[in-house]
């Protein structure tokens, strides 16, 4: 695999920008979703206005890193045009990671923002037997322990919700941890089969960016007909945008963008760390934008969460080198023996 090093400082900086995107994104598409006033929008238009904006964000960054026009237009006819391979090897996560965004606008219209973030670990050990089986990694006894006390903490949220928050529409919980269950398998997939793509070859992330991005604008716009059409034919694509549904399209589109390079760059720890501090931050805002009332059982779930987490993302062991020095120390006691 093409493997590239990179500074302990853009590490945290990617860390820094990954926590805030997360957890100011959780609770700014909560707000636009239950609490804002006015007509709602349409999130299959949200989610396919995100995938273009993503790509002519890539292609910047793609013009940037060519440095001229010419030979940005030969990179893209090179690995975009004249490789319909790679596209349809792209559209796989695009087609689940669409599938994923409409089930996150699904479950935060049904759950406050703090359970919705906790739940959605359950991308961690999701994400952990994809790797094993699609990446042929193994993990360590600590990270398989954090990985059910992960799942423990989840069960203590879900097993007593917390009080009702100022809503100004119905929930369904049972939908909302149904399409949160759907957005975690999707996420767990797609993340290790983009991540297996991006690190076999030595093309660059940005290419890699609009391959997938391209595939996911046909797909969310197919979304779009399939869900809403009628309807945004009717009332327009734009139909329900204020400045706040304009904020959440893009702090999707860059998070999306940030979550290409931590998964180019980054390692567990980092996104472990990243994701526990993006639930207290949210869970933060809930109380004090919502009026969350965070209860005891919740409470407790969301540290497990937070614990397993952490060591998950602590390097594994190697048991091999302690068995070979055992079985070498074995050895020698027997020559001495002798």
């Not at 009702?164 to 941890?177: D, H, L, S």
């Not at 797909?219 to 779009?224: D, F, N, R, S, W």
């Amino acid at each position: 695999m093409a493997v590239e090093n990179v500074s302990v400082v853009f590490k945290l900086y990617c860390l820094t920008v990954m926590t805030l995107v997360a957890a100011t994104y959780t609770v700014a598409l909560r707000y636009t979703r239950t609490i804002s006033s006015g007509d709602l929008y349409f999130s299959t238009t949200a989610v396919c206005l995100t995938e273009v904006i993503k790509l002519i964000l890539s292609v910047g960054i793609l013009a940037k890193e060519t440095g001229s026009l010419p030979r940005l237009k030969n990179a893209i006819q090179e690995h975009v045009f004249l490789s319909p391979k790679e596209l349809l090897k792209l559209s796989v996560p695009s087609v689940v990671y669409a599938v994923q965004n409409n089930m996150a606008f699904v479950a935060l219209s049904n759950l406050d923002a703090a359970v919705y973030q906790v739940t959605y670990q359950l991308k961690i050990p999701c994400t952990a037997l994809c790797t094993v089986l699609m990446l042929n990694r193994s993990l360590g006894w600590l990270q398989w322990f954090s990985v059910f006390m992960l799942c423990g903490g989840v069960t203590l949220v879900q097993w007593k919700p917390v009080e009702a928050t100022k809503v100004q529409i119905e929930q369904n919980p049972f939908v909302g941890f149904v399409a949160i269950a759907i957005a975690v398998l999707c996420s767990g997939f797609a993340g290790v089969y983009f991540e297996k793509v991006l690190k076999s070859s030595d093309t660059s992330l940005w290419v890699r960016n609009i391959q997938m991005y391209l595939s996911g604008i046909v797909v969310t716009l197919i979304g779009v007909y399939m869900t809403d059409g009628e309807t945004v034919l009717e009332k327009g694509f734009f139909f329900g945008y204020t400045p706040w549904v304009c904020f959440v399209v893009f702090l999707a589109s860059v998070g999306g963008l940030y979550t290409s390079v931590v998964v180019k760059y980054t390692d567990n720890i980092m996104k472990g760390f990243s994701a526990a501090a993006a639930i207290v931050l949210s869970t933060v805002a809930s109380v004090i934008l919502f009026g969350l009332q965070i209860t005891i059982t919740f409470s407790s779930g969301a540290l497990l969460v937070c614990i397993s987490i952490y060591l998950y993302g602590l390097p594994k062991q190697d048991t091999s080198k302690v068995g070979r020095q055992d079985t070498d120390r074995e050895s020698k006691q027997k020559l001495i023996t002798v």
